[in-house]
Structure formats: structure tokens, C-alpha cells
């Protein structure tokens, strides 16, 4: 009997349509899913200054009191999976942005061209690892 093929890379488009937050259409580490299913980032529904539910009701199906209250701890293995999926932190200090693991690059010289060089092939590294998840 032969081994399985290894698994496919992730399929961007699919990705991309599935794993952002549907309110600022941005790849999140931080999501948070309603008792109707839909999920969104914690920076979406959640003021930052009391962590109190910004909305009433969710903003896909408009059903009421389907996200906790306050802001909720997100687990480890939810970002685990959100990493696996190909999601990034910026790398830089100072920087918080999330991005696909595929836009990085461009997000790099666009924002730090004077550490391309050095801090990219770090990155390039991280990248792998994350997809030993796969």
C-alpha cells in the first residue's frame, strides 16, 4: 500500500472568503463565534476600552444576543488555528498587523523596506513552520 500524498497547500481564494471577519474583511487570529455561527474579530465586536459588545446583533443574519456580552478570552488552539491557516503577525515591533502569510512580503516593502533584507528570511522561516500544521 502506498502513503497518502501529503495534503494540498491551502487554497487562498478559499481561505480568504472563509477565514476573515466579516465586518472588516481582514484574516484575524482573534475571532469570535456566535451561537448563529458567524464569526468576526474580537477588534469588530468588542469595544477596547471596557471590552463591552459593541452591536446588538450579529451582522450577517441581524438575530440578537448570539455573542457573549464582554469580550472573551480566545484559547490558544483557536489561534493555533488561525496560524495554520496561514494567518501572520507582522513580525516588526510596533506593528500588529495581520495579514495572509501570502501578502507578507508585499506588507514588508511596503511598510519596512530598510529591513527586507534581514527580517524577511525570518519570516520566510516562520512561514514554514506554520504550515507543518498541513
Given at each position: 500500500?502506498?502513503?497518502?500524498?501529503?495534503p494540498p497547500?491551502?487554497?487562498?481564494n478559499?481561505?480568504e472568503?472563509?477565514?476573515?471577519c466579516?465586518?472588516c474583511l481582514?484574516?484575524?487570529l482573534?475571532?469570535?463565534?456566535g451561537?448563529?455561527?458567524?464569526?468576526?474579530?474580537?477588534?469588530?465586536?468588542?469595544?477596547?476600552?471596557?471590552?463591552?459588545l459593541?452591536?446588538?446583533s450579529?451582522?450577517l443574519?441581524?438575530?440578537?444576543?448570539?455573542?457573549?456580552?464582554?469580550?472573551?478570552?480566545?484559547?490558544?488552539?483557536?489561534?493555533e488555528?488561525?496560524?495554520?491557516?496561514?494567518?501572520?503577525?507582522?513580525?516588526?515591533?510596533?506593528?500588529?498587523?495581520?495579514?495572509?502569510?501570502?501578502?507578507q512580503?508585499?506588507?514588508?516593502?511596503?511598510?519596512?523596506p530598510?529591513?527586507?533584507?534581514?527580517?524577511?528570511?525570518?519570516?520566510?522561516?516562520e512561514?514554514c513552520?506554520i504550515f507543518?500544521?498541513?
Amino acid at each position: 500500500m502506498e502513503p497518502s500524498p501529503p495534503p494540498p497547500p491551502p487554497d487562498k481564494n478559499c481561505n480568504e472568503q472563509r477565514f476573515c471577519c466579516m465586518v472588516c474583511l481582514c484574516p484575524r487570529l482573534r475571532m469570535v463565534y456566535g451561537k448563529c455561527q458567524h464569526k468576526f474579530c474580537v477588534d469588530c465586536l468588542y469595544n477596547n476600552k471596557d471590552n463591552s459588545l459593541r452591536i446588538l446583533s450579529c451582522p450577517l443574519c441581524n438575530q440578537t444576543g448570539q455573542f457573549p456580552e464582554k469580550k472573551p478570552v480566545i484559547p490558544d488552539d483557536n489561534i493555533e488555528i488561525q496560524k495554520c491557516l496561514g494567518i501572520v503577525e507582522c513580525p516588526n515591533e510596533g506593528c500588529n498587523y495581520e495579514m495572509w502569510s501570502w501578502d507578507q512580503e508585499q506588507h514588508f516593502n511596503e511598510y519596512f523596506p530598510q529591513n527586507i533584507d534581514e527580517g524577511f528570511s525570518d519570516t520566510n522561516k516562520e512561514i514554514c513552520d506554520i504550515f507543518k500544521c498541513f
